[in-house]
């Protein structure tokens, strides 16, 4: 579809100043939607059927010609914009100058697990947004199931979470859950049992083939806090990362890196 650029949508255009509202989470609640930035979340976002409008400047129109393209495929609006647009939309410093609308894509926590799920991620209340895409990321990387974020957590829908999962969002199912309780509720009854990390766990990663060999939830602790002791005696195994080097402890999102692609592998080894 040919765009035309005299005609572009300016930072003070209603749907433009509507679409920049979608950066407050209230808004994002309140409307069901959400905008994405860049090139792997964009192209994601359409590939899925979640985006329903595309926004993009003349510049990143010629740069990201084949994503337009496959927009058009798909039947999603795509709107000129300004420059001055792209930079009232974006919440970067230098902004790509592409972005999408999408509908909500959160899942509830029974279709994430729906089925018979082996490996799920589930980050407990997890603040940071960069962590929170980052652990989806990684969570498709290695062939998870499903993310549940739960507790009071960071909204995965958040630009910077979406940022940081580099199109992963679309690609698998993530739910948020207030009630941790009920989110260990219904992982149990899928027949998934419950890991979690901790310093002083009484497994030692480098020992838990058996373990990991069986359909499990491993459990992430928040940035600061960790699990905290009421929540780790729910799980049925604290494993603990051993630790050669000097340094204290991993953050969240390596240290769930590394125990996401030890479940993984001992998971899909006769795949």
């Given at each position: 579809m ?23 989470a ?7 939607r ?6 792997n979340?964009?192209?994601?976002a359409?590939?899925?059927g979640a ?22 495929y ?9 420059d001055k647009?792209?930079k ?11 972005f999408?609308?999408c509908?909500?894509?959160?899942w ?5 697990i ?7 991620s589930?980050p ?5 947004p ?8 990684v969570?498709?990387a290695?062939?998870?199931d ?5 507790g ?7 630009a ?5 999962s ?9 739910a ?5 309780d009920?989110?260990?509720g ?5 027949g998934?049992?419950i890991l979690a ?11 838990a083939?058996g ?7 491993w459990?992430f602790g928040?940035?600061a806090?960790?699990l905290?002791?009421?929540l780790l ?11 050669r080097?000097?340094?204290e ?5 390596t ?7 030890e ?9």
């Amino acid at each position: 579809m040919a765009l035309d650029f005299n005609e572009a949508f300016t930072e003070r255009t209603p749907r433009i100043v509507n679409a920049a509202k979608l950066h407050r989470a209230a808004q994002r609640k309140k409307d069901k939607r959400f905008i994405v930035e860049g090139e792997n979340s964009v192209e994601a976002a359409i590939a899925t059927g979640a985006a329903t409008d595309v926004f993009v400047t003349e510049t990143a129109a010629e740069r990201f010609e084949e994503i337009l393209r496959t927009a058009s495929y798909m039947n999603v609006y795509t709107h000129a914009i300004t420059d001055k647009a792209a930079k009232h939309l974006s919440d970067t410093v230098t902004t790509t100058g592409i972005f999408a609308l999408c509908d909500d894509v959160l899942w509830s926590v029974g279709k994430a697990i729906n089925g018979r799920p082996r490996l799920v991620s589930v980050p407990v209340e997890t603040r940071e947004p960069g962590n929170a895409g980052t652990l989806i990321r990684v969570s498709d990387a290695v062939g998870a199931d499903a993310v549940i974020f739960a507790g009071e957590s960071v909204d995965p829908l958040g630009a910077k979470a979406v940022r940081a999962s580099a199109g992963s969002l679309f690609h698998i199912p993530v739910a948020r859950n207030t009630a941790i309780d009920d989110v260990l509720g219904q992982l149990r009854s899928k027949g998934l049992q419950i890991l979690a990390t901790a310093a002083d766990g009484e497994v030692d990663l480098d020992d838990a083939g058996g373990l990991l060999s069986k359909p499990t939830a491993w459990l992430f602790g928040n940035e600061a806090h960790g699990l905290g002791e009421e929540l780790l005696d729910k799980a049925d195994h604290r494993v603990r990362i051993p630790i050669r080097g000097r340094a204290e402890s991993l953050n969240l999102a390596t240290a769930a890196s590394i125990c996401l692609y030890e479940s993984s592998k001992a998971l899909f080894a006769e795949d």
